[in-house]
């Protein structure tokens, strides 16, 4: 069994939720978060008259709602430590579906969050089952002639622990005989190890199935940019929120993510093909692979004999992100809404869909309109940035312009509630074209504390820019208030009243806002202006490193090296690993490191004979030499201070640094 925390995204989240955060950077007493102004409360008004949006169509709260069967009560759930690991009580408490949204909260936004609050254990068709509400993903139940067949196992094992545990109470306690994952994300498997016993899958009771490079992605994927997605990833899930209707009120996808341990298993049967077919448990399962949509591997599947059809990740009930704010290498649309199109061609029977985060869909039309309107929103979107791209708009200027045709905008799973159109634009144009909008002046720009400093300046100094500013705040115009105060922050972080009003600034663009990631990351930025506060450092342990394959151990080191501080130093290590056998020649040279897997040099500075724990003690935990000796799994032939020397080039980042303030 591999318990990590470290290496994939969603888990930034927990470790972020739990985080205590640093003192105070700064001594000011601090704002409290406001009311929405009349602006606010106007723009959010105008979403409920606006033609595109069907509000009388209540199809998806039947949707969420049907098959219901049960769910803990209350369900606020907590571990054998007494931390709270659900707490769906916390949004039922404010998220009253016969009350209307408040000022502080976009309409259409607040629907979604009351449709996200339907949890429990719910009956899809016979035999077929979906534990929503548990945890940001869902797990399904399907049952098959011996025990149960398992969809997803949710992020954590304290919350897959809890969601079995009512499987079991009302469906009946019978063995799990097989784990299909759909994709690499770690909230569809981290919660395996409450699933299945690591025992039984090794004795051949249990089948793990995932899609091919399913390990690869889920071990490796984000390892190396992890500590500022960390951080990042605080903005798009808002996890340093309070629960509230001015605060967090949805993650886009469900709530939040509980419980703090991740498990994994390596699968045994791996799916390589599209239309390859799987029995299990008498269950046949047809597959379609759609590697690098919304996860670098992931599959979705038919059950011909339950004409239903799982969707993976890749149709949701809102736009996905082409680009995730913590940051990730942007997503290929063109193939998405391909790989929904082949869903179409390959299982035309289906009357029923289910994905992995939602409520399901029943009936055939119903079915294949939610695929095409899924498919063309993003193919939209695709085709038309690269026209406008391709007519010399840039990024910013096409963002500005599509907006989807009312036969998408109008269905409610189109809406942007985890992704956002402007955000998608950007990285259809970003993947295509990249950073760079190809106007020289922007080439090589002044950094922003510098361009801030002089902008100011020129603009008439700050008292000049922060009147002007608060005009501009009068009549609402929000954006323009958050871009230039921002100069002003940059130029002089110290200046409360310029970071109080940015501040303001930001919190009613996110009452405004339709997407959930929008609105967490514009709620952060003005909390962490009105506190100083970040997240606090990462504490790093062993557990974080361990299930990491030792390529990317070396990997994560080399991106830590600082160059200037390693200019002229060569130093070259021969590493055994004793508990895998394998061998690796560490160079450094150029200020860069190299690893060379299989090779080893006789001249070598020093040969290190470690264990894998003992190296990530010594390397990534800054463990002292002689007690990682001491403990006995750690040999030193030739020179150890030339690795005391290398020690010393390493930046490692502590996840903790400022976005809103230099
Ligand atoms: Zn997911």
Redesign the pocket.
């Known amino acids: 069994m591999w318990h990590y925390s470290n290496s994939i995204w969603?888990v930034l989240v927990i470790g972020l939720m739990l985080a205590v955060c640093i003192p105070l950077r700064v001594g000011l007493a601090q704002e409290e978060p406001k009311i929405a102004t009349e602006w606010t409360r106007k723009t959010n008004r105008a979403v409920l008259d606006d033609p595109v949006l069907r509000w009388a169509d209540k199809k998806d709260f039947e949707n969420a709602q049907r098959g219901f069967i049960a769910k803990h009560s209350p369900l606020t759930l907590k571990d054998d430590q007494g931390h709270v690991v659900i707490d769906m009580e916390a949004y039922t408490a404010f998220l009253k579906p016969d009350l209307p949204a408040p000022d502080t909260a976009n309409p259409s936004l607040w629907r979604h969050a009351l449709l996200n609050t339907n949890a429990g254990l719910f009956k899809i068709t016979d035999r077929l089952y979906q534990v929503r509400g548990y945890d940001?993903?869902c797990m399904a139940i399907i049952e098959g002639t011996v025990g149960y067949v398992i969809v997803d196992t949710l992020t954590t094992v304290e919350e897959s622990i809890w969601a079995m545990e009512l499987v079991y109470k009302h469906l009946g306690r019978k063995p799990v005989t097989a784990v299909v994952i759909t994709?690499s994300?770690v909230?569809?498997y981290g919660g395996i190890a409450g699933v299945v016993r690591a025992e039984d899958v090794k004795a051949g009771k249990v089948r793990i199935v995932t899609p091919a490079g399913f390990t690869k992605a889920s071990l490796s994927e984000n390892v190396i940019a992890g500590p500022a997605m960390r951080r990042r990833s605080v903005y798009q899930f808002g996890a340093s929120l309070p629960v509230g209707p001015k605060g967090n009120i949805d993650g886009g996808?469900g709530k939040r993510i509980g419980g703090v341990t991740m498990s994994f298993l390596p699968p045994t049967d791996e799916v390589t093909e599209t239309g390859q077919k799987m029995t299990l448990d008498e269950v046949d399962f047809i597959f379609e692979m759609s590697p690098e949509t919304?996860?670098p591997a992931e599959m979705e599947f038919y059950l011909p004999q339950f004409r239903t059809l799982c969707v993976a990740?890749n149709v949701n009930q809102t736009a996905h992100n082409l680009y995730p704010m913590r940051g990730t290498l942007t997503r290929d649309a063109k193939a998405w809404a391909g790989y929904i199109n082949q869903m179409l061609d390959l299982f035309p029977d289906a009357e029923i869909a289910f994905g992995?985060?939602f409520w399901p869909v029943w009936g055939k039309e119903e079915v294949r309109n939610w695929l095409k309107k899924q498919r063309d929103m993003y193919k939209y979107l695709h085709d038309q940035t690269l026209r406008l791209a391709n007519l010399g708009y840039t990024g910013a200027e096409i963002s500005q312009m599509v907006q989807l045709p009312p036969s998408l905008a109008s269905e409610w799973f189109n809406r942007d509630y985890y992704g956002a159109i402007q955000n998608n634009v950007r990285a259809i144009y970003t993947r295509y074209l990249g950073w760079y909008d190809g106007n020289p002046a922007n080439l090589n720009p002044l950094p922003p504390e510098e361009a801030s400093k002089r902008m100011v300046e020129f603009m008439g100094g700050a008292d000049s820019v922060l009147a002007k500013a608060r005009q501009s705040f009068e009549a609402g115009e929000y954006r323009w208030v958050a871009q230039v105060l921002n100069l002003l922050v940059f130029a002089d972080p110290k200046n409360m009243a310029a970071r109080n009003l940015e501040a303001d600034a930001l919190e009613q663009l996110g009452y405004q806002q339709e997407s959930s990631t929008w609105r967490n990351a514009y709620l952060v930025g003005a909390q962490e202006l009105r506190t100083g506060k970040g997240i606090g450092p990462i504490r790093r342990t062993l557990a974080m490193f361990a299930s990491m394959p030792e390529s990317d151990l070396f990997d994560s080191l080399a991106v830590s090296l600082n160059g200037p501080k390693a200019n002229a130093k060569t130093i070259h290590i021969n590493f055994v690993f004793t508990d895998s056998s394998n061998k690796y020649l560490l160079t450094l040279e150029n200020s860069v490191l190299n690893h060379f897997k299989d090779r080893q040099d006789a001249n070598a500075d020093l040969t290190i004979r470690t264990d894998k724990p003992s190296f990530i003690k010594l390397i990534f935990l800054g463990t002292p030499p002689a007690q990682v000796v001491q403990e006995g799994r750690i040999e030193f032939i030739g020179k150890p201070d030339r690795l005391g020397e290398l020690r010393e080039l390493f930046d490692p980042s502590s996840g903790d640094f400022n976005i809103m303030l230099p």
Do not use: G
Request: no cysteine; proline share 0%.
């Open positions: 969603e940001l993903a994709h994300h909230d569809h996808l919304e996860a990740e992995v985060h």
